[in-house]
């Protein structure tokens, strides 16, 4: 495609065909100590290609990677060891440009592999059906919201302290647009998940109740529970699931009620890439299926009785009149969802199971190591593999003094909830089965030195 600058007089026409009066109107919701009034300092304004990569390249060096050292980094993106034949697979031709298969009698490999990842995370969830993924765990938290409020016709959701305060911030910025009534406060270091209070704020208003199973400090709300007082008043239990290896060890949230279960899949398959792309995962109860956004993929015969795939239930604004979608999101990462179910694939039922088990038990190696420091308290003894622990100071030096050591220690806690005093002095620490034991007497070791 060649690329065709437009001229003065192409922009006053498409100004005034949308009636706006300059191109600077068109950012008039952006803040405006976030836009530039000048070149950014010490940007040239041109350089040659060469030139860039080896400025790019010396930007990227000074990143830490993942397996550089020791790393404890999770609070929604965890690292596992991804095989090689994900990798592999993913970059066949046949599958490395997938995105929607909008004509199904050319793309039946992806339509086949897209109907197995539903099953796959059906299974996994507890739940009856899922879709054919959406565009990660934040923004299918939210369509798990909106859907609850179709389903209710109420418009008040109620959030669990402890759901990832990335995810509520989301959820709040888009209920800006629909109205939607948002409850949600920071949580304390407490191993209580303070769900009590949660189940008894709900009333005949409440859509749905949100909560992260573990939660952002590695919790283990009891979700049974919240989904009985939910269910009670009418409401919806909506569980968001940010580490799906945990369901390798921990009852699925549809065995305990959950109405919609939404997620992260990043973990299988995907891998850290600091920062994305990921990918949604949404599954939910059958009765529900008419109210669930994105996309599924189905099964059905050909004439000559032949297996066949296609798209059904696509209710998107891409497909429909943008008033009647149950969705605007326009992306369902196609590649990540192919690269989460070859990973769960070749782990199976007892793959997933093990991994589970070995997370499981090197987050109890570290918890216990750590706990025994002086001035370190174990804030929550029940965890799958985060966990959060209580300093003396303040995280947020500590963890950055660690880093600029080699050794990543976790994330601090007022770094998610930056206004939340009460939670200066935790610190998110998460185990994989890419941890080892040096790695986690490195941890402790660096900690005792800091808090000396």
């Not at 709900?202 to 573990?214: H, K, N």
């Not at 059905?300 to 969705?327: C, F, M, N, W």
């Not at 600029?404 to 009460?422: D, H, I, K, T, Y």
Request: aromatic fraction near 6%.
């Amino acid at each position: 495609m060649r690329y065709l600058p437009l001229n003065e007089s192409d922009r006053s026409e498409m100004l005034a065909a949308i009636g706006a009066a300059s191109i600077e109107e068109l950012f008039a919701d952006v803040h405006p100590s976030v836009l530039l009034d000048k070149p950014i300092e010490g940007l040239p304004l041109h350089a040659s290609e060469m030139a860039v990569e080896r400025h790019m390249e010396a930007l990227a060096s000074r990143n830490m990677a993942a397996g550089q050292g020791p790393f404890f980094l999770g609070a929604g993106a965890y690292r596992h060891h991804v095989p090689a034949l994900v990798d592999h697979l993913i970059q066949r031709g046949e599958f490395l440009t997938a995105y929607t298969p909008y004509q199904p009698e050319i793309a039946q490999g992806t339509l086949q592999m897209l109907f197995e990842f539903q099953s796959q995370v059906a299974r996994l969830y507890g739940c009856e059906i899922a879709n054919a993924s959406m565009y990660d765990g934040s923004t299918a938290t939210w369509e798990a919201v909106t859907m609850a409020r179709r389903i209710t016709k109420r418009d008040k959701a109620l959030l669990a302290d402890g759901l990832h305060p990335h995810y509520a911030a989301n959820i709040r910025t888009m209920a800006r647009f629909t109205r939607d009534r948002i409850v949600h406060s920071a949580p304390s270091l407490d191993p209580d998940c303070g769900l009590d209070a949660l189940a008894a704020s709900i009333d005949e208003e409440t859509s749905c109740i949100v909560v992260q199973y573990p939660d952002v400090l590695g919790r283990l709300p009891d979700l049974a529970v919240v989904a009985e007082a939910a269910h009670a008043k009418g409401a919806l239990l909506v569980a968001v699931v940010t580490e799906p290896v945990t369901l390798g060890a921990l009852a699925t949230p549809g065995e305990l009620g959950a109405d919609i279960v939404v997620g992260e899949g990043q973990s299988l398959g995907v891998g850290l890439q600091f920062g994305g792309p990921y990918l949604g995962l949404f599954a939910c109860r059958e009765k529900h299926v008419r109210h669930m956004p994105g996309r599924l993929c189905g099964q059905t015969t050909d004439v000559e009785g032949k297996p066949g795939y296609v798209l059904t239930l696509s209710t998107r604004e891409q497909h429909i009149r943008r008033e009647k979608a149950t969705s605007n999101i326009c992306t369902n990462s196609g590649l990540c969802a192919l690269a989460f179910s070859i990973h769960m694939t070749l782990l199976g039922d007892k793959g997933l199971t093990a991994l589970a088990a070995e997370n499981h038990r090197l987050a109890i190696m570290a918890a216990d190591r750590l706990a025994a420091l002086d001035g370190v308290r174990l804030v929550n003894d029940t965890f799958f593999n985060e966990f959060c622990i209580e300093l003396p100071v303040d995280a947020r030096p500590v963890v950055r003094e660690l880093a600029e050591e080699g050794v990543l220690a976790g994330v601090a806690l007022s770094r998610l909830f930056p206004g939340a005093p009460q939670l200066a002095s935790g610190l998110l620490v998460a185990v994989t089965e890419t941890t080892t034991p040096e790695d986690i007497e490195m941890l402790a070791r660096g900690l005792e030195e800091k808090l000396a």
